[in-house]
């Protein structure tokens, strides 16, 4: 099955391979500058966000897709959807602002200088537990605020996470296809 | 060109660009509708009661705020068909003697059908409502605004926040009980 694919490959020469190398190349490089692009525009380090707990159900399931802002001279509201990593702590979580307090500051960007205080819809305490230590969250661990909201696609990375066999499977057969096609 | 892969490539791709232009014409209908939609009445907020009270344990130096509120609203009108759920809340906002602004949701609420949007609400608050700052008598001679907000959440699309009541002006704090 495979001698006829090879032989393809062998006519196909040194420099088809060369090319398609590039592509696939080119195809990575475009992906990851519209990522950081919108990462630029939004200023947050992570512009689209896959939900991947229960506690904001019925709002968010897992697999929903979140779209986030973080403008620089925005406040936070009380009611806003927020995502937030404590450092230290490797998964970001998407939770709603219960209270924000703005303390007295004459600066450039009175904004920044705000304490948060969240909590998941479907929990029953708000959040002091999980911010390991701190009282409140400050806006440098605010990753964003949810804008817009796609359901169920972001399932496929949760999928992948789950069953690593799939992930491998489906990188093995793209990278198979983008070598061996021939246009 | 007509291999079995490059077909199936044609169809998923048609159809991914159809569910994609689906949600897309969904998630723009509700900004039209709600456009046209017949603007929300205002609902009305009523603080019946307010206390001041220390916290417990090492909450000592925080005041704590106990309120008694009543809510008349009616939101149906938010309800389309690209509405999978309202979140209610009750927002306190008030200024305290140290100068920090506070914006606290003392009461939620998640409403999923019309049904239950007619909201006839007569309860003590859900969440407990402490100052920061952690002085003494920072909060009595403060005044609190209380809102009614919603946060309209599509199937598809963008989130909605708004505004569905207030109280008439601004609401006293009382002096703190000491004797508790």
């Keep these: 099955m495979f001698t006829e694919e090879l032989k393809a ?20 490089a475009s992906g990851l500058m519209i990522w950081k692009g919108l990462g630029l525009i939004t200023n947050s ?34 009611g806003d959807i927020t995502v937030y990593k404590i450092p230290g702590a490797d998964i970001p979580i998407v939770h709603r602002v219960l209270e924000t307090h703005d303390a007295k500051y004459r600066g450039p960007l009175p904004a ?5 205080l969240t909590k998941g819809d479907n929990n029953d305490v708000n959040d002091i537990e999980l911010y390991r230590g701190l009282d409140y969250l400050e806006r440098k661990h605010i990753v964003g605020k949810v804008r817009g909201f796609l359901p169920y696609i972001g399932y496929v990375t949760i999928a992948m996470n789950d069953f690593p066999q799939l992930k491998y499977a489906l990188l093995g057969g793209l990278g198979l296809l983008a070598l061996i096609q021939r246009e | 060109m007509h291999s079995l892969y490059a077909r199936v490539n044609n169809i998923s791709a048609l159809l991914s660009s159809c569910v994609m232009g689906l949600l897309a014409a969904i998630a723009l209908s509700s900004v039209v509708l709600s456009m046209f939609e017949a603007p929300l009445e205002g609902g009305a907020v009523l603080v019946k009661g307010v206390k001041v009270v220390h916290g417990k344990g090492r909450a000592y130096q925080h005041e704590h705020a106990i309120v008694n509120f009543e809510i008349d609203a009616d939101l149906t009108p938010l309800f389309n068909w690209n509405t999978k759920q309202l979140f209610l809340y009750l927002d306190a906002e008030y200024t305290n003697s140290k100068g920090v602004k506070n914006a606290v949701v003392i009461w939620d609420r998640i409403v999923r059908r019309k049904e239950d949007a007619n909201i006839h609400v007569d309860s003590r608050q859900k969440y407990s409502f402490r100052d920061v700052t952690g002085f003494r008598s920072v909060i009595s001679d403060a005044s609190a605004t209380y809102t009614l907000r919603y946060n309209l959440m599509p199937h598809v699309g963008v989130l909605v926040y708004g505004t569905a009541g207030s109280t008439n002006g601004s609401v006293a704090f009382p002096p703190m009980i000491n004797h508790v």
């Design chain 1, 9 to 28: 490959f062998r006519r196909l020469g040194f420099r088809h391979v060369l090319l398609q190398a590039l592509n696939f190349a080119s195809v990575i």
């Design chain 1, 45 to 78: 380090e992570s512009p689209i966000v896959v939900v991947l707990s229960g506690s904001m159900e019925p709002a968010f399931y897992r697999g929903d897709l979140l779209f986030l802002t973080n403008p620089v001279h925005e406040r936070y509201h009380t």
């Design chain 1, 112 to 116: 920044q200088n705000q304490r948060l």
